[in-house]
């Protein structure tokens, strides 16, 4: 019988406890940087919109790059891109501290910003791949939403009284400070060599590498089961300020609700990456992917704020359903589109977060904040149910699976 893996054993690995290193100072340093800029566009121009186009510079044009640059991520080394992408953040934490940048140029600095991070960061999903397989990448995967969480949590605990203690600029300054620290990790990380190809890079290679991914109907019905619960998911997080505002509630009650979310998450992967071995997963599967709408119902009834904040995070536990297809996923992709097989993935879930909360606000101003987060929930269950193959045939993380078995050897990538 194959022995749980450890975390202990996850951190013996060479190179693994900088990549976590770093994605803490990232998730943090750019929560800061997004919360600062939004209040210090909306100190200067007084608009809600201006503070909302603000907020957005950080998350959409990672689309577009993710759309367009992600091929880069196969074709260099990993440790270059990485090492950039810490320049990059904190080159636009020091503009913004000291730029004295008007508005619309310092949404622009976030936006160019933005544009560029998908490249590293499907580098570094690509490198977790080089780095950890079997039961210990699942575990690995794992942690990395447990730092996105922690980095939520975090922001949520600091973030407004940084900005109140110090001001925006010096917020500005600290994030870049503490991003560039993540030079020191990307120095312990090995030395890697991208998989060499015959032809040039161009624009269109990502695009043209997306679209040929996602005829791969294995690998398509995988991401789709990702990116639509997703979608839904952060569509009712969305709604968590209107539905306290219907229970004649606001402040610390926000708060309360809001991090249900990110406890849940934490909660979950915890379970099913630590605890739960692939047989166990297999079964826990289509379960966890019916909870994550199922735990949203009862909010038709518009509950109380510590129901609804029980609900939202064992909706956002069972999200770790996600974690039982990461094996799955990766042996579907060739070795040559490691980069940007991952970069796909991440940026139909950014895309996904930025279209589930536009439907719910329209759906909200119809049937009300509690009907539409449990309608949403609903739709959850609907796809999760008619998302199982006919009896007699794997779901798509066993048809993934043996796809991915049935190509040429993915093997290791060189490192150096």
């Not at 503070?51 to 959409?60: Q, Y």
């Not at 270059?80 to 810490?86: D, N, S, T």
């Not at 730029?99 to 590293?120: D, E, K, Q």
């Not at 934490?266 to 709408?293: E, F, H, K, N, Q």
């Amino acid at each position: 019988m194959t022995p749980k893996p450890t975390y202990r054993a996850l951190l013996g690995i060479r190179g693994v406890p900088a990549l976590y290193a770093l994605s803490s100072a990232t998730v943090l340093t750019s929560s800061l940087q997004i919360l600062a800029l939004s209040i210090a566009v909306y100190r200067a121009t007084g608009s809600a919109l201006w503070s909302s186009c603000a907020f957005a510079a950080g998350f959409l044009p990672q689309l577009a790059g993710g759309v367009l640059l992600n091929s880069l991520a196969d074709r260099w080394a990993a440790r270059l891109l990485l090492a950039a992408g810490v320049l990059l953040r904190a080159t636009a934490g020091m503009l913004l501290a000291f730029g004295g940048l008007p508005p619309a140029a310092a949404i622009a600095v976030a936006a160019v910003t933005a544009l560029l991070l998908p490249v590293p960061s499907a580098a570094q999903s690509a490198l977790v791949s080089r780095l950890l397989d079997g039961e210990l990448y699942v575990l690995g995967r794992s942690v990395f939403t447990l730092i996105s969480s922690g980095g939520q949590l975090l922001g949520l605990a600091v973030g407004g009284t940084l900005v109140a203690a110090v001001g925006t600029s010096a917020t500005f300054a600290l994030s870049g400070g503490l991003q560039l620290l993540g030079l020191v990790a990307v120095a312990l990380l090995p030395r890697t060599r991208p998989v060499q190809h015959a032809d040039r890079w161009r624009l269109g290679d990502t695009w043209r590498a997306n679209a040929v991914l996602l005829r791969d109907a294995p690998v398509r019905r995988i991401l789709l089961s990702w990116w639509i619960p997703l979608a839904l998911l952060v569509g009712a997080e969305s709604l968590v300020v209107p539905y306290v505002g219907s229970l004649g509630r606001s402040g610390a009650a926000t708060g309360v609700l809001l991090a249900a979310f990110p406890v849940g998450s934490t909660i979950g992967d915890l379970v099913v990456g630590r605890l739960l071995g692939p047989a166990a997963r297999a079964r826990a599967l289509p379960w966890l992917l019916v909870g994550v709408g199922a735990s949203l119902l009862p909010l038709a009834m518009t509950p109380g704020v510590a129901v609804a904040a029980g609900c939202c995070a064992v909706a956002c536990g069972c999200l770790s359903y996600q974690l039982c297809g990461q094996q799955a996923f990766r042996q579907a992709l060739p070795a040559a589109q490691q980069g940007v097989g991952f970069g796909l993935a991440g940026t139909g879930s950014m895309a996904g977060q930025g279209v589930g909360p536009v439907v719910a606000g329209a759906l909200a101003d119809v049937l009300h904040p509690g009907p539409t987060m449990a309608a949403l929930g609903a739709a959850v269950v609907v796809y999760a149910v008619g998302s199982r193959r006919p009896r007699g045939g794997g779901g798509p993380e066993d048809d993934a699976a043996a796809r991915g078995s049935a190509r040429t050897p993915r093997g290791a990538l060189p490192m150096a």
